[in-house]
């Protein structure tokens, strides 16, 4: 009577299911299926009924067969297979082993994954048709705070205004700082959503105990230490809006399935609820991590990163877009200033040090140095003495070329910086540095390029030093 119902209970669960399930014996044989799901593989149910994987294999139906690499490897295996019916299918298999270590049962999971490929191609053919037209682009363009002008941020700021009104996800990648989170706001304030909640959750701030409650939401009295009235999830939140998961990577392995769940069938269950509610979102994500890698570490499941990666974006580092560098200094500390009602400046060497600084931090570290300078600072003017000792010594040493030799042919050169303090001695450097300069390079663009400053900041030192030669 017991087996009677386990087999019952299996055949609904096989029956019942989204994905195709089939089970085989230790020769590959089927012995279970859901029959409606075959269908993406070109084939009848009278045609695999008691046939062996390998038989199909051979018959190219499987391409290849998941059982068969489960039991050659003896081991969790998950690929993807291309099927005679042009469909993109992702399956899954796994080993059940005997006491003995061999293995009885192969259990697989296939799941039809040709609507999102088609997405990606219809986005790649798309952005291969927009590269054939010249347009005509503003050199600086401001969108809700994102200040560029470098052709790879131009880029991405186009390709986020073509797909704004559209529910593809947007996977946002890139360095700690360089920017995601504001254009993911970007991403929604351009939607039809724009006037709904944007939920943003950094996964890496929630411990994994709590994430399910966190994201999910419960009913009053579901466990100890729940509110009376329960707690809306923050994915209910997002209804209708966008829910922007920052550092999706640290998202637990747990949380991982249930989020793909459901992005695929649009509904959810409070912890401790009975009835599973419908909910419609734009889901944009953000890591600073190599999700492909973590997928071949087995730290982030194959199926959750092919739902998120339907439209990549990689914002590159600050240090790649130095053009850019002078427009977020200027923005910042007009920003600043208002904020916190001063009138600070930079000396024109401070500006040229910002400029030449590497920034490891990206965008996020300009701004927060900018903030604590203009609050730090008791003169109205920004001197290089004001910044960080670390940054003086790492910026002086980025910026001289190796055609200028800083030093001395004996010790009686240095004698030149004696009585001086720390401000008249770096501009005495400038000074040295500038006109032994001038005379290996022929314009003031090239003096710019070797130093890593602005040209015009070059013409206007060079008119200072060589005055007062």
Same mark, same amino acid.
């Given at each position: ?16 299911s ?11 044989m089927?012995? #279970? ?25 051979? #018959?190219?139906?499987?391409t290849?067969?998941?059982t ?20 993109i299918i ?5 080993p ?16 039809? &994954? ?6 990606q ?7 291969r048709?927009?590269?054939?037209y010249?347009?005509?682009v ?25 797909v ?19 254009f ?8 039809q959503?724009?006037? #709904? ?11 994994e ?24 999830? *923050? ?34 269950? /409070?912890?401790g609820?009975k009835?599973?509610q ?11 991590q ?16 092919? /739902? ?5 974006l ?5 240090r ?16 600043m200033?208002?904020? $916190? ?7 024109a060497?401070? $500006? ?13 570290? *300009?701004?927060?140095l ?5 609050l730090t600072?008791e ?18 040493e980025?910026?001289v070329?190796s055609?200028?030799?800083?030093q ?23 000074? /040295?540095?500038?006109?032994k ?5 022929k314009?003031t ?8 400053i602005? &040209? ?5 030192k ?7 030669k």
């Open positions: 009577m017991e087996d009677s119902l386990a087999n019952k209970i299996l055949n609904s669960i096989i029956e019942t989204n994905n195709n399930i089939t089970i085989a014996d230790a020769n590959g089927i012995l #279970e299926t859901n029959a409606e799901h075959w269908s993406v593989y070109g084939i009848e149910t009278d045609e695999y009924k008691g046939k062996s994987v390998y038989q199909l294999e051979k #018959e190219a139906v499987l290849p067969s998941i068969a690499l489960v039991l050659r490897e003896k081991k969790t295996v998950q690929i993807m297979q291309h099927t005679q019916t042009g469909k992702m399956t899954q298999g796994y059940i082993f005997a006491d003995d270590g061999s293995i009885i049962r192969v259990i697989s999971y296939a799941q039809d &994954q040709t609507e999102i490929r088609n997405l191609e219809q986005y790649e053919k798309l952005e048709k927009l590269q054939g010249q347009t005509e503003e050199e600086l363009r401001r969108k809700e705070g994102i200040y560029y002008r470098s052709k790879e941020m131009q880029q991405i700021g186009n390709t986020i205004h073509r704004a009104d559209s529910d593809a996800t947007v996977l946002l990648l890139g360095e700690s700082g360089v920017g995601k989170s504001m993911a706001h970007e991403l929604h304030n351009q939607s959503r724009s006037k #709904e909640p944007f939920i943003e959750v950094n996964c890496s701030t929630i411990p105990s709590l994430f399910e409650s966190e994201m999910f939401g419960y009913e009053a009295g579901s466990f100890t230490g729940a509110t009376k009235k329960g707690k809306q999830g *923050l994915i209910e939140q997002a209804h209708n809006g966008t829910l922007f998961l920052d550092e999706i990577g640290e998202l637990p392995l747990s949380m991982q399935v249930k989020l793909l769940k459901v992005l695929q069938e649009k509904k959810f269950m /409070r912890i609820g009835k599973e419908h909910v419609d979102f734009r889901l944009v994500t953000a890591t600073n190599n999700l492909e890698e973590m997928v071949e570490k087995g730290k982030f499941r194959l199926d959750l990163y092919y /739902r998120l990666n339907v439209i990549p990689h914002i590159p580092p600050l790649e877009r130095k053009e850019e560098i002078p427009i977020l200094i200027n923005h910042y500390v007009d920003a200033n208002e904020k $916190y009602k001063t009138s600070k400046k930079l000396h060497t401070t $500006y040229d040090f910002l400029i030449a600084y590497r920034w490891p931090g990206n965008v996020r570290e *300009l701004e927060n900018i903030e604590r300078l203009i600072t003169a109205a003017t920004i001197l290089p003495t004001d910044l960080p000792a670390f940054f003086q010594g790492e910026t002086i980025s910026t070329p055609f200028v030799s800083i001395a042919e004996n010790e009686k050169d240095f004698t030149i910086f004696d009585g001086l303090d720390l401000k008249a001695a770096l501009e005495e450097l400038e000074k /040295r540095l500038l006109l300069a001038s005379q290996h390079c314009s663009y090239e003096i710019a390029k070797h130093l890593g602005s &040209q015009p900041s070059v013409v206007r060079l008119k200072k030093y060589q005055t007062e």
